[in-house]
């Protein structure tokens, strides 16, 4: 079999001033001043979030000289922490607010709550606003859908040529130049999250969180299935969520089913005060009368571990998402190629994905080369 997971190197290709990391925040702050702002989606008043930001922006620079060290409470924390500073400590001179990848502002949006003593559900919320005006920037009025058609035909020949085509982008730009299904590991813009979706099975459930929700299509990229965190554990955990919620809830009523025991336990859960006892006694009720229900799995992780034979990676970035490097690196595969943009590149590829470069199934070549033979 042959796969190819595809960055957003292809869309800053055919556009390199709109996406660009830089563009998108600086898009974002810029659209927060529009009158049709969509309010009801993201914030109430976006001016508070141009504000937050600012405050961000500054609170990244005095975590760039150690001043949020202390404020860390998980190793992920420390972590990001140490790769934010290693990042952007030699740029910290000339740094401006759009300079900052918008994944690392969430990082630093959890350790200035932790510094101010925010707390969760406002914590989640303010942290809802950033991520779904970053999805609004991102998909820019649409038109993020129709880079596809500056497509060269090379590069859809190309891209048919594979088996399996895996990409991290949220657009549909790869399935309109391909005509094929395409794998999206990290969501996509036109399919709904199982909160928002009426007829998913968590909305089976009798605390449905759509109610009185606002949730007209025209405004679903921000429901949908887009998944945006400054970690790469914390996506993994996200990605492999509804896998685990699955074969846990099968796991429950096969229990229920066997063991009178259990039984009793699971039935006890309907009269508990704690809601989420209540939803699981449900939802195992619900998976009994109706086999079919299953929360949705929206992010190929099966799939994409599951791959065989060789893996063209193209587009993407080194320093973004090293949990899928680390998944490469694990799956049965015969071959790795690796587009690299600069050659520097190289080297970290070849730490991340150590174990096909000892048994001599990795092998680089220059996407600026790809993109003159074309």
Request: charged letters at 30%; aromatic letters at 14%.
């Amino acid at each position: 079999m042959e796969n190819i997971l595809v960055g957003n190197g292809i869309n800053i290709q055919y556009n390199n001033i709109d996406y660009t990391a830089e563009k998108i925040i600086l898009r974002m702050l810029n659209s927060l001043d529009d009158e049709n702002y969509p309010c009801d989606y993201i914030i109430d008043d976006p001016m508070k979030l141009k504000y937050y930001m600012g405050e961000l922006f500054l609170a990244a620079r005095e975590a760039l000289d150690g001043s949020f060290d202390k404020y860390t409470i998980s190793s992920i924390e420390k972590k990001g922490l140490e790769d934010f500073k290693d990042r952007y400590s030699r740029k910290k001179k000339n740094l401006r607010i759009a300079d900052i990848g918008f994944e690392d502002y969430y990082l630093i949006h959890d350790l200035l709550c932790h510094k101010v003593h925010i707390k969760n559900p406002e914590k989640f919320r303010i942290k809802e606003a950033l991520k779904n005006a970053y999805l609004h920037s991102i998909y820019n009025n649409n038109k993020l859908n129709m880079l596809y058609k500056k497509y060269d035909d090379g590069l859809g020949r190309f891209l048919r040529s594979f088996d399996n085509i895996f990409t991290t982008n949220y657009d549909s730009n790869l399935e309109s130049v391909t005509g094929m299904n395409i794998y999206h590991i990290h969501g996509q813009f036109d399919k709904l999250s199982e909160v928002y979706n009426p007829d998913s099975f968590r909305n089976h459930l009798n605390d449905n969180p759509l109610e009185g929700i606002k949730n007209e299509p025209e405004y679903q990229y921000l429901h949908s299935t887009a998944l945006s965190t400054y970690c790469g554990d914390y996506k993994e955990y996200k990605i492999r969520q509804a896998r685990k919620t699955n074969e846990f809830i099968e796991k429950m009523v096969d229990g229920y089913k066997t063991s009178v025991s259990m039984k009793s336990q699971i039935d006890s859960y309907v009269n508990q005060d704690n809601q989420i006892l209540r939803n699981l006694y449900q939802a195992i009720k619900l998976k009994i009368k109706d086999p079919n229900l299953f929360f949705q799995e929206d992010y190929c992780e099966k799939e994409f571990r599951g791959m065989k034979g060789n893996l063209t990676v193209f587009g993407l970035s080194p320093h973004n998402d090293r949990h899928l490097f680390d998944m490469i690196d694990k799956a049965n595969l015969d071959y790795c190629t690796f587009y690299y943009y600069d050659e520097s590149e190289c080297d970290l590829i070849r730490s991340c994905l150590s174990q096909l470069g000892n048994q001599k199934k990795l092998a680089f070549k220059s996407v600026k080369k790809f993109w003159e033979t074309l």
